[in-house]
């Protein structure tokens, strides 16, 4: 069963850090493999955070360039999401996602192209 399972969220005061993980069972985390991060605040809509594959490399939405960094331990089949200086606007709840037949072309952030999502990590930012 191919499941992906966030952890790392918690309570943070603006300013400070915090590192989300994304564990992957039931699949081989293969080169075009795109393993991606959502999240929603209260009241929005769910948007696109950053994504990583090692075929086609890595992407951030601009709110978080900068301040956010996605890598990949393909041995531990786990997905990092490093996050600093965060800020009260980073309040969300963080979905991992997983897209195994990635559309050439698509946009990374299309949320149709992820399969498999996670249950989400609650991240909130103190001011």
């Known amino acids: 069963e191919v499941q992906v399972v966030e952890s790392g969220g918690g309570l943070v005061q603006a300013g400070g850090s915090l590192r989300l993980s994304c564990a992957a069972s039931g699949f081989t985390l293969s080169d075009d493999d795109v393993i991606a991060w959502f999240r929603q605040a209260p009241g929005k809509e769910r948007e696109g955070v950053s994504c990583i594959s090692r075929s086609y490399g890595t992407y951030y939405a601009d709110s978080v360039k900068g301040r956010l960094t996605i890598s990949s331990d393909a041995a531990k089949k786990t997905v990092y999401l490093q996050m600093n200086n965060l800020e009260p606007e980073d309040t969300a709840l963080y979905y991992c996602?997983?897209?195994?037949?990635?559309?050439?072309?698509?946009?990374?952030?299309?949320?149709?192209?992820?399969?498999?999502w996670g249950q989400g990590t609650q991240v909130t930012v103190s001011s």
């Open positions: 996602a997983a897209a195994l037949i990635p559309t050439y072309g698509s946009d990374w952030d299309d949320e149709s192209e992820y399969e498999y």
